[in-house]
């Protein structure tokens, strides 16, 4: 038996692109841009999203953040709010390839255990 392919969905904001990828065995939220303020709608949207799919089989969920640019407050609210829905279902949630200038943003704020120093 093949695995299936992966699913997609896509959400757009101001200056920044969501896109989750899930499968059997994952659930990964890559970021490309700038995650200001004005990436609040769309995140909801994909918390909503990535919410529904583990709710239906408790999976990892991993954030790829090699392409973002610029990241706020208003990132860090949303990585909270993914992990605490990876907590809910008792799966890991791990922020992966993060820039240097978000590594150094999430290691001052207290969040270095979300993802694995490089």
């Known amino acids: 038996m093949t695995a299936s ?3 997609t969905f896509t959400c ?3 200056h920044i ?3 989750v990828r ?3 065995s994952k659930v990964e939220v890559v970021l490309r841009g700038e995650y200001d303020l004005s990436s609040a709608e769309a995140s909801q949207r994909v918390l909503e999203y ?3 799919r583990v709710a239906e089989s408790a999976r990892p969920i991993i954030v790829e953040m090699v392409a973002v640019t610029f990241f706020d407050a208003a990132g860090i609210k949303f990585l909270g709010r993914l992990e605490h829905t ?3 279902v008792s799966t890991t949630f791990q922020v992966r390839s993060p820039t240097r200038d978000v590594r150094r943003l999430l290691e001052a704020v207290g969040l270095r255990h979300l993802f ?3």
């Open 5 to 7: 392919p992966p699913e």
């Open 12 to 14: 757009r904001a101001p």
């Open 17 to 19: 692109i969501f896109v």
């Open 22 to 24: 899930h499968d059997e």
């Open 50 to 52: 990535v919410e529904e």
């Open 86 to 88: 990876a907590s809910l």
């Open 116 to 118: 694995k120093p490089e």
